[in-house]
């Protein structure tokens, strides 16, 4: 860990300015019948979002299972759709196969604007007020290609946050990642993010999959943290689906992503952890190494 590392982790953890540019995608939804055709694609409530506001939801398949986490926002008659760089064609093409069924219309913003993470920020940028999105511990700035070039110039004292260090961030503030921490072998509700589901209005594609884990209590396994005794030299060596165990040695889940927290001196994870071993500070084992189970985010 350098001397410039550990100088921006503190400057972002004691709540400085940080920001990471990362590609985003984000697409517009509008048309007569959006509410309807959205409420039929996502797993929240789109009819109930006002103007300026916005939610989390997840577009699952037929079985249940993850294609893309997004947020919305809704902007006058239109619905903005912001998710990762790789579930982003994905969303694209789950949306625009339905222009042609009805009054509905979709448009691939992405190209337009610059997407930043900001962590620590409530500033209001000169210029083209930019789109932002709530995320989990940071804000999601859009901001218009023209105006993108000074965007991070117009903060107060920026850190720019390297890809090493936004990996730490990120699992520290339990944020999952496309491919690492969910996949389409994940059932939506596993994600267990506060907010993602509706389970009042009408059916969806996997609504009878998600409606029947929430109604019987309880899904199967879902994602946590860990915070491990191993060193940090060692953490290296947990790599994405290493085998969680209970102290008696039955199957209690696997590790998605693994880091070192300065902030907690300890290495962390994020896991799956099975239904029976959830409660923050069961103890789980990995070989030799003692994993206590950690509510999400860590800080």
Known sequence: MTD????????VR????GFYEQKRGLIAVWGKEAVQFLNGLITNDVAKLEDGAQMLAAFPNA???LLAVVRVMRKGEKFLFETEEATHEKVFQNLFRFTF???FFVEDLS????????FNSQLVVDGSEPLVFDALGCKIYFAPVGEADRFPASFENPTEISDELYEVLRIENGIPKDGVDMDETTIV???GLEGLISYNKGCYIGQEIIARIHFRGHVAKQ????VLSVPPAS???LTPGTELKTVDGKNAGRITSVTYSPKLAKTIALAYVRYDHLAEGTELKIGDTTAIVKDLPFV
């Open 14 to 17: 004691d709540g400085g300015l």
């Open 189 to 191: 509700p596993e994600l």
């Open 63 to 65: 079985q249940g299972r």
């Open 235 to 237: 953490a290296n060596g």
């Open 111 to 118: 190209d337009q604007y610059r997407s930043f993470l900001i």
């Open 4 to 11: 410039d590392f550990k100088k921006n982790y503190n400057h």
């Open 223 to 226: 994602l946590t943290g860990l």
């Open 101 to 103: 069924a009805g009054d």
